[in-house]
C-alpha cells in the first residue's frame, strides 16, 4: 500500500515535472520474476525506472539510509521502505554481500521484479566500468529468471554532485531484450560463468546506453580519481597556489 501511494505522489511528480522519456518498456513482463541490470548515474536512477513502469520494482540501498538518528532519519527510512527499497550493510564486506543476494533471490521467488546496478556504484564520470560478478549472476543463476538489460540516459546531469537544485531535462530509459540465462542455473558457484553472465550483461547495457567502456571496476576508479585529486592538492609550496 505504502508504494502505491508513493508511486502515486513521487513517480507522478517526477514524470510531470522531468517528462521522462521511455523506449522499450514492452520488454518488462506484466507479471512473473525478472531481474533489471542497470547502468548507475545517479541517485536518481532508483526513482525514475519504477516512475515509468506499471509494476513494483526493489533495489537494494545501503543501510544507513535506514538509520539515520532523529526525524529526518525517520523520515528518510520511510521513504526509501516505501519507494520498495531494501537495506544493506554494505560494511559488512562478503556478509553484506551475501545478505545482498540473499534479498534479491527472496524478491524473486516471490515473483517480483528485482533491480541492480552491476557496477556496484555510481559512476564517477559517466562511463560505464566493469560490472561485478557476485551479485548479478547468482541471483540469476540461482533462480533462472531472465535478466533485463536497462541503460539510464542523462539522470547524471539533472543533480551534479555539489549541485543542490536539480535540472530541469528529460532523462531516458532504454530496456532492452531479456537475456536468458537459464541454461546455466544452479551453476552460481561457477566463477568462469559469473563472469561470463556479467560481461554479457554489461555488453548489452553499453549497446543501450552508448557510454564507453571502461574494464575496470568503479570502485577503484573511484579510488585512483580521489588518490590522484588529494596528490594535486598537495602539489603546491607552501604560500603557493596551483595555477
Not at 513482463?29 to 525506472?49: C, T, V
Not at 535540472?167 to 530496456?175: A, E, H, Q, S, V
Not at 561457477?190 to 564507453?212: C, H, N, P, W
Amino acid at each position: 500500500m505504502l508504494y502505491g501511494a508513493m508511486k502515486m505522489s513521487v513517480g507522478a511528480g517526477l514524470k510531470v515535472v522531468f517528462r521522462p522519456w521511455v523506449e522499450g518498456g514492452e520488454h518488462v513482463p506484466a507479471e512473473g520474476p525478472a531481474i533489471l541490470a542497470s547502468n548507475h548515474l545517479s541517485f536518481s536512477d532508483s526513482f525514475f525506472l519504477p516512475a515509468v513502469l506499471d509494476r513494483k520494482v526493489t533495489f537494494i540501498a545501503k543501510a544507513e539510509y535506514f538509520t539515520s538518528p532523529g526525524l529526518k532519519g525517520r523520515l528518510t527510512a520511510a521513504f526509501f521502505k516505501g519507494v520498495g527499497q531494501l537495506p544493506v550493510d554494505r560494511s559488512g564486506g562478503r556478509a553484506a554481500g551475501e545478505a545482498a543476494i540473499r534479498s534479491g533471490i527472496s524478491v524473486i521467488e516471490r515473483g517480483e521484479l528485482f533491480g541492480i546496478y552491476p557496477e556496484g556504484t555510481r559512476s564517477p564520470d559517466g562511463r560505464l566500468y566493469r560490472g561485478k560478478p557476485g551479485g548479478l549472476a547468482r541471483i540469476a543463476l540461482a533462480t533462472g529468471a531472465p535478466v533485463i538489460p536497462v541503460a539510464m540516459i542523462d539522470t547524471e546531469k539533472i543533480q551534479p554532485p555539489g549541485k543542490v537544485v536539480p535540472k530541469l531535462m528529460r532523462p531516458g530509459i532504454r530496456i532492452g531484450e531479456p537475456l536468458d540465462f537459464s541454461r546455466y542455473q544452479g551453476m552460481d558457484e561457477d566463477r568462469f560463468i559469473l563472469r561470463s553472465v556479467t560481461d554479457q550483461v554489461m555488453y548489452a547495457i553499453m549497446k543501450l546506453s552508448g557510454q564507453e567502456y571502461v574494464d575496470m571496476y568503479a570502485t577503484v576508479a573511484k579510488r585512483m580519481m580521489a588518490e590522484a585529486a588529494k596528490d594535486e592538492s598537495g602539489d603546491a609550496a607552501p604560500g603557493e597556489t596551483k595555477e
